[in-house]
C-alpha cells in the first residue's frame, strides 16, 4: 500500500489554493462598484452645470435690449443714436437721426458709418470726430454717452442671480420701450416714444416736437395732453389739440408707428 508523502501533499494544497483564488479573480465585476456609483453620481452633477449654463446663457440675452440716446441739436440738424446692449456690452450702434438736405445728406453718409463701428469698437462715447463732420460726430458723441447712461443706470441697480431683489425686480424687466418713426410736420418733426408693459402703454413722450417762436409754446401746451390720451387710450385715437393741429396729427402718425413696432 501506498502511502502519501508530505511533500505530495504540501504541493497538492498549495495547486488547490492557487486554482482558488484564480477562479474567484475570475468571478470578480470588471469594474468597481465604488468606481460605477462615483461615476454615476458624477453624471446628473455634469448636467446641472450644463443647465447652469444655459441658464445663464439664456439670462444674458433676456439682458440684451436697446437704449436710445437724447437728441442733441447740431448747427445742421437734430443727431440721436440708439444703441443695442447685451451683458453691458455694445453690440451694435446706429443714428436713428442726422443731418440731411444738401452737402449734410454727403456728409452723414460718410460719416456716420464710421461712428457706428467705432462705438462698437470702443464700447464708449470716447470716439474720435469723423474730419469733414465735426458737427455731426460731437452730435453723436454726445446722444451716445446719454445712451450710455441711461443703459448704466437702468443695469447699475441689478442684484446677484438668485437674490429676493432679482425677483422683485423682474417684472420691471418686462417692459418695452418703443420709438415711432419721425413724422415732419409743416413747422418741424415729431416724434413719439412710448413704454410698454405687454401690450398696454404706461408712458407716451415725444422726442422731438416743433420749437421756435410760437411752435415752443405750442408744443408745450398740445404735447402734454397728447401724452395723457395716448396712455389713457392705449392707440392713436385720440384727440386733436385745438391751435396744434399740424403737432397733433403729427404726434398721432408717429405714435401709431410706434405701436406698429411693438406689434400692438
Known amino acids: 500500500m501506498k502511502t502519501n508523502h508530505p511533500i505530495r501533499r504540501f504541493v497538492l494544497a498549495s495547486a ?3 486554482s482558488g ?3 474567484l479573480l475570475a468571478l470578480k465585476p470588471a469594474t468597481d462598484p465604488a468606481a460605477a456609483s462615483a461615476q454615476a453620481g458624477a453624471a446628473p452633477q455634469q448636467t446641472a452645470a450644463a443647465q447652469g449654463a444655459a441658464q445663464g446663457g ?3 440675452q433676456a439682458g440684451a435690449g436697446t437704449v436710445l440716446g437724447d437728441v442733441v441739436r ?3 440738424g437734430p443727431v440721436q443714436v440708439r444703441l443695442t446692449m447685451s451683458g453691458g456690452k455694445i453690440t451694435k450702434a446706429e443714428a436713428v437721426q442726422a443731418p440731411s438736405g ?3 445728406s454727403q456728409k452723414t453718409e460718410l460719416s456716420v458709418p464710421k461712428l457706428n463701428q467705432e462705438a462698437v469698437a470702443a464700447g464708449n462715447a470716447d470716439i474720435d470726430s469723423v474730419s469733414g463732420a465735426t458737427y455731426t460726430s460731437e452730435g453723436y458723441k454726445k446722444s451716445l ?3 450710455l447712461d441711461k443703459a448704466k443706470t437702468s443695469g447699475g441697480t441689478s442684484d446677484s442671480p438668485g437674490s429676493p431683489g432679482k425677483a422683485s425686480a423682474a417684472p420691471a424687466a418686462q417692459a418695452r420701450v418703443v420709438t415711432g418713426a419721425v413724422t415732419n410736420t409743416q413747422y418741424g418733426p415729431v416724434q413719439v416714444r412710448i413704454t410698454l408693459d405687454g401690450k398696454k402703454i404706461t408712458k407716451a413722450e415725444a422726442v422731438q416736437a416743433p420749437s421756435g417762436g410760437t ?8 404735447v402734454p395732453k397728447l401724452n395723457q390720451e395716448a396712455v389713457a387710450a392705449g392707440n392713436a385715437q385720440i384727440d386733436t389739440v385745438s391751435g396744434a393741429t399740424y403737432t397733433s396729427e403729427g404726434y398721432k402718425k408717429s405714435l401709431q408707428s410706434a405701436l406698429d413696432k411693438a406689434g400692438v
Open 74 to 76: 447740431t448747427e445742421y
Open 102 to 104: 444738401g452737402t449734410s
Open 58 to 60: 439664456a439670462a444674458e
Open 215 to 222: 411752435s415752443s409754446q405750442k408744443t408745450e401746451l398740445s
Open 145 to 147: 454717452q446719454s445712451a
Open 21 to 23: 483564488i484564480v477562479l
Open 16 to 18: 488547490a489554493t492557487v
